[in-house]
């Protein structure tokens, strides 16, 4: 026998549970281990002195208010239970909640820093600059009226293709 075995079979030995055999293992690593032999000796002084205190004697209906407080005692811890079951029964812890919240906080913030350019100023209504507007010049009546001769719808291509090219015509 090992020296867990013989702790473990301490308390059998003391109840005199153990088989014959076992009984000869347990001498046996007895006479053979100090250790051992100084914690049996300790266990054995334990008993001894706890069989020398007098017995306790409590009322007779003692074992009747011991049980009523336990089933109190029970039905107060399964009361707690109920109380946190509606944040599970959700399907969320709250760590989990906490942190999706924390999420899309962020999410929100890098989408909106990414939306306005990653300037910090944000501006009122009131304040957004106005669109850019091309101004637009009213056109000349094309002095060279227009004839049906191939001379002239060349010419007007020409001026035609100019005025859209934004270049001076020399």
Same mark, same amino acid.
């Given at each position: 026998?090992?020296? $867990?075995?013989?702790?473990?079979?301490?308390?059998?030995?003391?109840?005199?549970?153990?088989?014959?055999?076992?009984?000869?293992? /347990?001498?046996?690593h007895l006479e053979t281990c100090?250790?051992?032999?100084?914690?049996? @000796?300790?266990?054995?002084?334990?008993?001894?002195?706890?069989?020398?205190?007098?017995? &306790?004697?409590?009322?007779a209906d003692f074992g009747n208010? &011991? @049980?009523?407080?336990?089933?109190?005692? @029970?039905?107060?811890?399964?009361?707690?239970?109920?109380?946190?079951?509606?944040?599970?029964?959700?399907?969320?812890?709250?760590? $989990?909640?906490?942190?999706?919240?924390?999420?899309?906080?962020?999410?929100? /913030?890098?989408?909106?820093?990414? /939306?306005?350019?990653g300037n910090d100023n944000f501006? %009122?209504?009131?304040?957004?600059?106005? &669109? &850019?507007?091309?101004?637009?010049?009213?056109?000349?009546?094309?002095? /060279?009226?227009?004839?049906?001769?191939?001379?002239?719808?060349?010419?007007?291509?020409?001026? %035609?293709?100019?005025?859209?090219?934004?270049?001076?015509?020399?």
């Amino acid at each position: 026998m090992n020296c $867990y075995k013989f702790r473990d079979s301490i308390s059998l030995h003391i109840d005199k549970e153990l088989s014959i055999k076992d009984i000869n293992r /347990f001498k046996h690593h007895l006479e053979t281990c100090s250790s051992c032999r100084v914690m049996f @000796q300790g266990t054995l002084d334990v008993v001894s002195s706890m069989k020398k205190l007098p017995s &306790l004697t409590v009322s007779a209906d003692f074992g009747n208010r &011991l @049980q009523n407080r336990i089933i109190r005692e @029970q039905s107060r811890k399964e009361t707690n239970r109920r109380r946190i079951a509606p944040v599970e029964s959700l399907g969320l812890k709250p760590r $989990y909640a906490v942190a999706s919240v924390a999420a899309l906080v962020a999410i929100l /913030f890098i989408s909106v820093s990414f /939306f306005t350019g990653g300037n910090d100023n944000f501006s %009122a209504i009131g304040d957004t600059p106005s &669109l &850019l507007t091309r101004e637009v010049i009213p056109q000349e009546e094309d002095p /060279f009226p227009q004839s049906h001769s191939p001379a002239s719808s060349i010419a007007a291509g020409s001026r %035609a293709d100019s005025s859209s090219n934004q270049l001076p015509i020399i």
